[in-house]
């Protein structure tokens, strides 16, 4: 008996040793897990509404990441007339022409709200891209995301109302047609905003805001809220 309670022991001990061949430490953190932590190439800053991270025409050097709050991207011509080409929040990327050869920012992008992002040298993301599959993967999808929406954006533009153009503006700031919860109350966004993000007059969007406060589509008072009702508008030939 004394003899088989030996082995016992023995065997329980191996089994230990065993199951601590590979330290937690040592595992490989994720994509998301190492776009929230400062290291090598990445440093992470936080910024008030209104701060501008870079223009356009400085020196294309970097990625970001953001970790919270909301990007404008805006574009200025040469005649002075801005357009807004893209609103960004929490787990969005840009700045991503730097990896396809863009020497210089062809936007704008300007803190929209306090936000905190994430900084990424180009060294550093095309090292990542080559080491770490789950990354690239990541960020591709990003690219794709943003092409297909840019490519949507323009059809939009070319062929819907300004009054469609605008509700679908809001839907997509309220996140309807993307994964996870709608959220009906959108950040505070200006009228001013709108009417560059769609190409049209303030004074345009003003009359359709209140066309849709009135349809009960929309509540607006100081704070932004969209309901599913406002589909109805974008659906409607």
Known sequence: MAVKKSKSIKLQKRTVRARATVPQKFLKPGPKALLMEAGPGRTIWSHESGIVLFSQGDAAMSLFFIHGGSIKLTVLSKGGKEAVIAILREGDFFGEGCLAGQSLRIATATALTACRVMRLEKTAVITLLARDPEFAEMLLAHVLTR????????????????EKRLARALLLLANFGKAGKPETVIPEISQETLAEM????????????????????????????????????????
Not at 147 to 160: C, G, T, W, Y
Not at 206 to 227: A, P, W
């Open 147 to 162: 092409s297909a929406r840019i490519e949507a954006d323009l059809v939009d533009q070319l062929f819907n109302s300004s």
């Open 198 to 237: 769609i190409g049209t007059t303030r004074s345009r969007v003003s009359f359709f805001m209140n066309k849709f406060r009135r349809l009960g589509f929309i509540k607006y008072n100081g704070t932004l809220e969209v309901h599913s009702s406002l589909l109805n508008v974008v659906l409607h030939e």
